[in-house]
Every structure is written in structure tokens, then in C-alpha cells.
Nanobody, 120 residues
């Protein structure tokens, strides 16, 4: 069973920062996977926040560009999301995702989520 375990969520004031971590079990060849952070606010669809390819290329949702940074440490099987200048609208459950497409099939795994609440 592949596991993705998120940590680092919590309550922070507007303008503050948090760093989320997602540790992947060693059952996957982590450096081959595209890793992503998604979020889901109450009553809303889950949406992509940021992604990073196996080669280190990154992409961001427009609403987090310039504020959030995704990075990965392949030696530690971990992906990070540094979140700065947080806003109340960033409040959501944040999920880690690992995705790999191969000729023999696609692999897609999710973490259990970590709550981020931005409030004064």
C-alpha cells in the first residue's frame, strides 16, 4: 500500500506562512512521479494548487503565483509547499498527490489531507 502523509497544516493569521510536507512511502519510485498539491474548501471542488514534475518543472494556479512555492527532495521522498502571504480564502484541506503515467498503466495516489485555516 502506497502512503502519502501530509503534515504542517494549522491555524495562521492572514499574511502569515506555513510549510506543508508530504512524505511518500518507499514503495514507490518517488523521483519518477509528478507530485502535486490540491486543496478543497467546504462546498467546493478539489482544485490544483501547484505541481512539480520528475524533472523539477513547476506550475501554479494563478491565485497562488508569487505566494506559494512547491519543491521536492527525492532523497527524502518528500514534497513541500511553502505558503507565504496567506489569505482567508486559502483556507481549505490540502491534499498531496502522486501521479505516474506509464505504458503499462497509470498510478495515482492521494494523502489524507491536512487542514489549513487562515483567520484572525
Amino acid at each position: 500500500q502506497v502512503q502519502l502523509v501530509e503534515s504542517g497544516g494549522g491555524l495562521v493569521q492572514p499574511g502569515g506562512s506555513l510549510r506543508l510536507s508530504c512524505a511518500a512511502s518507499t514503495r514507490i519510485i518517488f523521483n519518477r512521479y509528478i507530485m502535486g498539491w490540491y486543496r478543497q474548501a467546504p462546498g467546493k471542488q478539489r482544485e490544483l494548487v501547484a505541481g512539480i514534475t520528475d524533472g523539477g518543472r513547476t506550475n501554479y494556479a494563478d491565485y497562488v503565483k508569487g505566494r506559494f512555492t512547491i519543491s521536492r527532495d527525492n532523497a527524502e521522498n518528500t514534497v513541500y509547499l511553502q505558503m507565504n502571504s496567506l489569505k482567508p480564502e486559502d483556507t481549505a484541506v490540502y491534499f498531496c498527490n502522486a501521479m505516474l503515467a506509464t505504458t503499462s498503466g497509470n498510478y495515482n495516489y492521494w494523502g489524507q489531507g491536512t487542514q489549513v485555516t487562515v483567520s484572525s
